[in-house]
């Protein structure tokens, strides 16, 4: 069966990478959820998009010229579906004390050496606090934060993030040991789908928010999907 994962929470029915977005996700029934990382000035793990502000809170600069206490008091709803509540920017911290998901997908977006191993290193901590090691795979499109999480901390598993074709996804995900590929699903192929199973990858194929593409998707045998309505998905391939 195809598994279903929110994509940023639930970007469609509520604010990307919000509390509240990840609330949704869960009362739909789905249990796996995607979402983005940036570090703050201070060094904690922010969930956002975008490493500046503007598109989710209207606010200038970047995530990481603001401390995290600074951060949360951010309300992220802007350009969003319409939200009554304002919603902050959380630290990863509190959806990992308060969201029971079976399964997390951490993408950590191009970063210098430096950076992507603050970032690793920073996921291994928190995610050892909260016994979650076993359910997070940090995912990313960036060769340093591959290199960085194979170098320091090999016990997490990582997924590669595959958008374009430029590049073999399944020879890159192979040479940095990846068990996860997260593909764009105009590269998903039964071929290459076929292929990425056969070398031991779960194929997470994003983002799928039309009811025929679920269906078409979950009929190759793609093993998981990410979607912007989860709640879509779930009456579209669990009915």
């Known amino acids: 069966m195809t598994l279903i994962y929110g994509h940023r929470g639930a970007k469609g029915e509520a604010p990307e990478n919000t509390l509240a977005g990840f609330q949704k996700c869960l009362e739909h029934g789905v249990r796996?959820?995607?979402?983005?990382?940036?570090?703050?000035?201070?060094?904690?793990?922010?969930?956002?998009?975008?490493?500046?502000?503007?598109?989710?809170?209207?606010?200038r600069g970047k995530v990481v010229e603001h401390d995290a206490d600074e951060l949360v008091d951010y309300d992220a709803r802007q350009g969003g579906p319409g939200w009554l509540q304002p919603a902050p920017i959380p630290r990863l911290a509190e959806l990992f004390e308060r969201c029971p998901f079976e399964h997390w997908q951490l993408e950590v977006k191009s970063a210098s050496r430096v950076r992507a191993a603050r970032t690793v290193l920073a996921i291994q901590e928190l995610a050892t606090r909260y016994g979650l090691i076993d359910k997070v795979t940090?995912?990313?499109s960036s060769r340093e934060v591959l290199r960085a999480l194979n170098r320091l901390t090999p016990e997490i598993s990582r997924g590669l993030v595959a958008e374009y074709n430029w590049l073999d996804p399944l020879k890159v995900a192979k040479q940095h040991g990846c068990s996860l590929l997260a593909l764009n699903w105009t590269l998903c192929?039964?071929?290459?789908?076929?292929?990425?199973?056969?070398?031991?990858?779960?194929?997470?194929?994003?983002?799928?928010?039309?009811?025929?593409?679920?269906?078409?998707?979950?009929?190759?045998?793609?093993?998981?999907?990410?979607t912007d309505f989860p709640g879509t998905a779930v009456s579209t391939l669990q009915r």
């Open 189 to 226: 192929t039964p071929e290459r789908l076929q292929k990425a199973q056969k070398q031991g990858l779960h194929v997470s194929v994003w983002t799928v928010n039309e009811p025929a593409l679920m269906r078409r998707l979950a009929d190759f045998g793609v093993d998981s999907i990410i």
């Open 32 to 59: 796996r959820c995607e979402l983005d990382l940036h570090l703050s000035r201070d060094g904690e793990l922010m969930v956002i998009h975008d490493p500046t502000l503007k598109r989710t809170t209207g606010r």
């Open 138 to 140: 940090v995912t990313s």
